[in-house]
């Protein structure tokens, strides 16, 4: 037999142009051949995924979760997913895990959750030492907690592990001195030569006086940030958000910093997002932003599906979690592609039209005519089939009728 796997059916692939027809085959858990039709009869398995609205994309990333999975005490901090629930039983073949330890816990990552996962995980340190492992939503309470020492014998110790720095801009210290907190954690991703991920949105500062502080410090975390790094929550409706800097945004990104959508519970406004497309400033990437609190109702999938509502097409939304994604992990010789000698990471899936609701942080509900529901994932060239789903009834959007609170 030549191909361990053959999987025929609509092959879209935006970031190699490739939209049709097509037969994938897979040898070695690499991709071996990407043609019009290629012999089934010389695969050991074949999967036909040429039913109606079934597309076969590569692997999908999700730029943006929490998956210190057993990192994080029950009751205490906010709790991480295990990586192959939101992975590749989610149709999604790599996670980055946006800092949910700092330096006192991220071994964790390479000790258990790395070598455990069939997804690809890429931790990225937060630059506070406690990160979500306490209750507070804050990464940095002193700029002591920035320790800039014990990150780097960390990173002497773990050759690889550390693959990013991120930083929230929440809480009361980023308010007040937000532009030292902001050039110290950039201090530090540069020191390691890693990316930078900023979170921006605040929704704890309207519970504090005067959230618009937060306004200048965004301004100049956008200014900061070098080619490579990643602005995560582009459209969020909170303090903080980015909504009235489309120029500083539109110069980051042409310098080559990284713009996604990271939609999570607290921080995705459909109405932002849309205003952003109508002004032409799209996210590069969408994410998801799922820690184990979010699993039950929402999925990277889902998130796409709400980039659909908001304008977007199946392309622009593909393009965004597969070659771009890619890209800003600087993986994209790697990821995000079906082309030979490439790691087999395919993600088949059903466009299925209906009648959907969604509902944003504002609590407001909008309405979208397509969804996403993943059908097989292949990692590696290894398969996984789904699980049951983020909703109690699987895969699909609430139903207009049936809106869900985030
Ligand atoms: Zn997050």
Redesign the pocket.
């Known amino acids: 037999m030549e191909y361990d796997l053959l999987v025929r059916g609509h092959v879209l692939d935006p970031g190699q142009g490739l939209d049709g027809p097509m037969d994938v085959a897979v040898t070695g858990g690499r991709v071996t051949a990407v043609a019009p039709r290629l012999d089934a009869a010389r695969a050991r398995r074949v999967i036909d995924a040429t039913a109606p609205g079934r597309h076969v994309v590569p692997g999908l990333i999700d730029l943006?979760t929490?998956v210190a999975h057993g990192a994080i005490t029950p009751g205490v901090g906010m709790e991480g997913c295990d990586p192959d629930d939101i992975g590749v039983r989610a149709g999604v073949t790599t996670v980055v895990d946006?800092g949910s330890v700092g330096v006192a816990n991220i071994g964790v990552f390479g000790a258990f959750i790395q070598p455990r996962a069939r997804t690809r995980v890429v931790p990225f340190l937060n630059v506070g030492s406690h990160a979500h492992t306490m209750p507070s939503m804050v990464d940095v309470h002193d700029l002591a907690e920035i320790d800039r020492a014990a990150i780097a014998r960390c990173v002497a110790a773990n050759p690889g592990l550390v693959r990013g720095v991120k930083l929230r801009l929440v809480g009361p210290l980023v308010a007040e001195r937000g532009k030292e907190v902001v050039a110290a954690a950039k201090d530090v991703a540069r020191e390691h030569g890693v990316p930078l991920m900023v979170?921006i949105g605040d929704l704890s500062a309207h519970r504090r006086p005067e959230p618009e502080r937060l306004t200048p410090v965004t301004r100049f975390a956008v200014d900061q940030l070098d080619p490579g790094d990643i602005l995560t929550h582009l459209c969020t409706p909170n303090p903080g958000g980015a909504t009235d800097m489309d120029a500083a945004l539109i110069e980051a990104r042409e310098r080559g910093v990284i713009l996604d959508a990271?939609l999570?519970r607290g921080n995705f406004g459909h109405r932002v997002a849309r205003e952003q497309r109508e002004r032409g400033l799209p996210p590069d990437t969408v994410s998801s932003?799922l820690t184990l609190a979010g699993q039950g109702f929402h999925s990277l999938v889902e998130c796409m599906a709400k980039f659909l509502a908001v304008g977007y097409d199946l392309p622009d939304v593909v393009r965004m979690t597969t070659a771009n994604a890619a890209r800003a992990l600087g993986m994209g010789e790697e990821l995000g592609a079906i082309a030979p000698g490439r790691a087999a990471d395919l993600t088949i899936l059903d466009v299925v039209a209906g009648d959907f609701a969604f509902v944003d942080t504002a609590r407001e509900t909008f309405h979208g005519t397509r969804a996403l529901a993943p059908v097989h994932t292949v990692k590696g060239g290894e398969l996984f089939a789904p699980g049951w789903g983020a909703h109690p009834w699987g895969w699909l959007p609430a139903r207009r009728g049936h809106e869900v609170a985030p």
Do not use: E, N, T
Request: hydrophobic share 30%; proline share 0%.
């Open positions: 943006h929490h946006a979170h990271a999570g932003d």
